[in-house]
């Protein structure tokens, strides 16, 4: 591979990386909204990371600047300040938003399906591609007949050009 | 053998679901912002919502809601221009006085809220204030304007998502309350 190739390729590599690492790269929590002590705000982050916005769908709370993800870091903070555990702040989310909020979708009977749906197709498909391998001839897989003297005196025409 | 050509059915029958899938997913009639409610069939969250300053209408609490009459609980601000648009099938369903409608003014400063409804009339017999946002957080509101139908016992029976447009109201609504009336 050519260096200049590699180096954009790598660069690439190092800047998704870093995203991966911090999504919420761009900041919505204002700071009138942190709170003083850093470990609640630790956790309070922690758990809005992990909410949905109502409002774009796609964004955390964390990372919206809607108000109603304002909002409801707000409330995050404040079920926290209130000695919540995040489990608690995360039930008090559901109990009004339903598991559409939580951006993880929770592992019950209805999101079997969602969770193991990908794994068990991988499944069929590697089921179907065994039983294709097992049943084709074996002469296919055997690899093809010999040439016969006429074959290998055309071939060699050929190759001479 | 016949079973063994049915397998050349599968591309066929996969492509069926998927193609379903997205005729359901592109759907004109789906609205992909829409999430169900998840507070149908419980009572109504628990809340005291101070009336509207400048006007002589009662505020809005949960205790109102259990009065054994079925209610349309609206909610609306005036930058909402949805609301806008839902607005005379309220004032309309208002005059008919068969439902009481009950307004919680949302995310709204009060004086705008009053000039709106000065402006388009006012189809509610209560109306609260929810200036923070926080008693639509309860209802599990996510934008205005939303509708809830409350049933006598102050059980939330049905949330309508977006302005009401007059399929709604004659097709859901209005059905919904003759039926918890009856």
Redesign the interface.
Known sequence: MRPALLAILLSLSVFTAAFAVNPTAAFAVNPDEILDDPVLEARARDISAGLRC??C?NESIDSSNA??AR??RI?VRERLVAGDSDDQVRAFM?????D?VLLKPPLKPETYFLWFGPGAILVLGALGVALYLRRRPAASAGGAAPLDPEEKARLARLLDG | MIARRLIYLAPVLVFAVVAGYFLWGLGPDRNPRELPSVMIDKPAPEFTADPLAGMSVPGLSTADLRTGQVSLVNVFASWCIPCRAEHPLLMNLAQRGEVAIFGLNYKNKPAEALAWLEELGNPYGRIGTDESGRIGIDWGVSGVPETFVVDGAGRIRYRHWGPIDRDAMESIILPLIEELRG
């Open positions: 109502l409002v769908q108000p109603l909002d409801l409330l559901v109990a009004r938003y339903g559409f």
